[in-house]
């Protein structure tokens, strides 16, 4: 028996390392920030809820180098979210949050881009918004650290600048929800598995993107993610 079709899984790589990450699914962390969930329209400290992006909506960019992705089709209205991405490398369901740390393999500077015009429609008909946040080279993502190297990432800077200004600015301190939380949460609705990506919400400041733009995201103790709008 042979596969009628040859597909490779999408890989993302990992900083001073030849070895890559192979991407299985990627799950994403809706309003994590208290900043962001205001701007959104949300107030208090709301349980976690998520959504996914395909796997092949990564946008693996090097270290040191600059990603370029196209203006998606069908908007109008395209905007950034700078995120930490944590890495998966165990195996789970139901995990307990004292016990999530042995789940994750490392941390990266992620970019979770949205169709804010589409998903702002679909809100207001009750329909879901996958095609707002799922789309082609949705999921532009830094070099991984292994967390063995990196250390818990439970607290630094996380900023994104546009053509140089500074645009959003944060701590991973302030996520309503710690990486521990997220994974047990998550991995009660799903088993995660070696391979899978969890970006964690932004901080706010979120806000439009042209094309020629430069983007430069940045997270302390993992760099930054350099990226264009073509």
Known sequence: ??????????????????????V???YCVGRNYAEHAKEMGATGREAPFFFAKPADAV???AAGGEGQIAYPLRTANLHHEVELVVAIGGAGMNVPALSAGALVFGYAVGIDLTRRDLQAEFKKKGQPWE??????????IGPIHAA?????????????????????????SDMIWSVPEIIAELSCYVELR???LIFTGTPAGVGPLVRGDCVTARIDRLGSLALTIA
């Open 1 to 22: 028996m042979a596969m009628v079709f040859d597909v490779a899984l999408p890989q993302v790589s990992i900083a001073g390392s030849a070895d890559v990450f192979p």
């Open 24 to 26: 299985r699914r990627i």
């Open 59 to 61: 946008v693996p960019v």
């Open 131 to 140: 095609m707002a946040k799922g789309f082609d080279q949705s999921a532009p």
């Open 148 to 172: 063995s190297a990196s250390g818990l990432m439970a607290a630094g800077g996380i900023s994104l600048a546009v053509n140089g200004t500074e645009r959003q600015h944060g701590d991973l």
């Open 194 to 196: 070696p391979g899978d």
